[in-house]
């Protein structure tokens, strides 16, 4: 019996008895403290037999050295807070990205008239003053040759008399130096988008165009045979990572999905939510979200000595202070080191003898994934779809960069980031943050078994908009 988050007691699955198929089960509750609290007997086991129902998830996530419960509860409780605030500072809010790119695998098919309406872009006098005149010298300097940049970041990454570290800042968005991405084309151009007013949710984009990009995806020849028992960590990890960012989209449109396009009415679907994550049959969606969670939260740790030492410059002192502070409580989180030591342990990949040519494979691949976004026919969708992937590439980076960066001079070498890849990255683990609380709270809701009441005919009672004029006000 759980009340709240405080675990009260707990008896074994057989002690059940009968009461299974529930695995939710309110129970009115009193407490001296408060009155009418309500507790939930849970299923803590896998009960054998129990059909579809909420995803309950035991034990150990997969390849990671922590339990489910201990991650739920850290993160609701020390984590998520601390990112929601820190996505809101000026530093965490801007993000630089160029919408406009062909889609490289299939003609236009009508869908880019939806490009100017999803996403607006920043007023120029909106972006950071630093960043502006940052950008300038970088514009001026050239566009982005490898050769450039090496020379480059010698200059930015110095130590100015606050002993803080300068970002290697770059014409382009893609990051600097990151295997993990394509590397800068000459026609490089990108705006910056405010994160706050372009919110990731449902926007209508769904059908056979949204599924030609998921199967572009997942058709990639490192995740054909995915399932089989003998395929190598590596390609595993690489899946885990994709999937993981699938289920996070899914449970953002779940959570907050238009419920009443004429009223303005945005809530949870729980019919949706419960045919993408909450049944058993796709279970495996929600392990590989918690999955990614924790992959991204170590790459966070492990740059935490850089993160700590970084300028959070936009030129709001007393802000820039703050979002330097939430970001030293994030990274030096007692609470976290608690519950999870070591979320991943990256120092077994790549150890085979193949290992150099199956990390070029997959990065290969990976930027194949990043081409895809491009013919991603809703703007809002693209926006998120190439942040979480530039997220993805800068936690694969900052876990393997002193072997990448070694490589070839047999010495490792100082991680560098880009500003882009340390908002991408941060913004990206605040999504997968929510999305494990989304999907905790909605269980919870399904579970509840009054919403069937709610929504008797189930997903059809919701109305289903996919108009265009629906992504026009979006
Ligand atoms: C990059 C990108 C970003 C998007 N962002 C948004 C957004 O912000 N808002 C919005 O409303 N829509 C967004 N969409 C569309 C959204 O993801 C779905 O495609 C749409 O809602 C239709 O969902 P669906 O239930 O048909 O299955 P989809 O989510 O389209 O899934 C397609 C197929 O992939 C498989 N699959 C599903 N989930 C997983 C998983 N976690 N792991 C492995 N396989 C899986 C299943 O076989 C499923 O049938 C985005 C699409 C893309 C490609």
Redesign the pocket.
């Given at each position: 019996v759980h009340c709240g988050s405080t675990l009260l007691q707990t008896w074994r699955w057989e002690e059940l008895g009968n009461v299974q198929p529930l695995l939710w089960l309110p129970i009115s509750f009193r407490q001296p403290q408060n009155e009418n609290a309500t507790a939930y007997l849970v299923q803590d086991e896998v009960a054998p037999d129990v059909g579809v129902g909420p995803c309950q998830l035991s034990g150990t996530v997969h390849d990671c050295s922590c339990e489910y419960a201990a991650v739920e509860r850290v993160n609701k409780e020390a984590v998520l807070p601390l990112l929601r605030d820190l996505v809101r500072t000026p530093f965490f809010r801007y993000f630089k990205v160029n919408l406009y790119c062909d889609c490289p695998f299939w003609p236009d098919d009508g869908m880019c008239m939806l490009r100017d309406c999803g996403v607006c872009e920043c007023e120029p006098d909106e972006v950071p003053a630093p960043w502006k005149v940052a950008d300038t010298a970088a514009n001026c300097e050239g566009t982005g040759s490898p050769s450039r940049l090496e020379a480059e970041s010698e200059v930015d990454r110095s130590v100015d008399a606050s002993t803080k570290v300068h970002l290697v800042n770059i014409h382009g968005w893609r990051g600097y130096n990151n295997p993990w991405m394509l590397e800068e084309e000459t026609d490089s151009e990108y705006s910056y988008i405010n994160l706050l007013a372009n919110p990731?949710?449902?926007?209508?984009?769904?059908?056979e165009h949204?599924?030609r990009?998921?199967?572009l995806?997942?058709s990639q020849s490192c995740f054909t045979d995915i399932t089989q028992p003998d395929v190598c960590t590596e390609r595993k990890v690489f899946y885990r990572l994709?999937?993981?960012m699938?289920?996070s989209?899914?449970a953002?449109?779940a959570k907050e999905y238009l419920l009443d396009e004429a009223q303005d009415v945005w809530g949870p679907n729980l019919p949706?939510f419960r045919?993408?994550?909450g049944n058993t049959a796709?279970r495996?969606?929600v392990e590989?979200?918690y999955f990614a969670y924790l992959f991204v939260l170590r790459a966070t740790l492990k740059a935490g000595p850089l993160l700590e030492e970084i300028a959070y410059d936009t030129g709001f002192p007393e802000e820039d202070a703050r979002t330097a502070e939430l970001v030293r409580q994030l990274v030096s989180s007692e609470a976290v080191k608690k519950a999870c030591p070591v979320p991943f342990e990256e120092g077994r990949l790549w150890k085979g003898e193949d290992g150099p040519q199956l990390k070029r494979q997959l990065q290969a691949h990976f930027h194949n994934i990043t081409r895809?976004?491009d013919c991603?026919g809703?703007e809002?969708?693209?926006l998120?779809?190439k942040l979480q992937l530039l997220g993805i590439a800068t936690s694969l980076k900052v876990l393997f960069a002193a072997e990448d960066c070694g490589l070839g001079s047999g010495q490792p070498q100082q991680l560098q980031l880009e500003r882009n890849e340390v908002i991408a990255m941060l913004n990206l683990l605040e999504r997968l943050s929510a999305s494990i609380e989304a999907v905790r709270e909605l269980s919870l809701q399904l579970a509840d078994g009054n919403w069937e009441q709610q929504h008797p005919q189930g997903l059809g009672a919701i109305q289903d908009f996919t108009h265009n004029s629906l992504y026009q006000s979006l």
């Open positions: 990731e949710r449902y926007t209508g984009y769904k059908g949204a599924h990009v998921w199967n995806i997942y994709i999937s993981g699938h289920s989209i899914s953002h449109i949706l045919d993408r994550l796709v495996e969606r590989n979200l895809a976004m991603v809703c809002k969708c693209k998120w779809g």
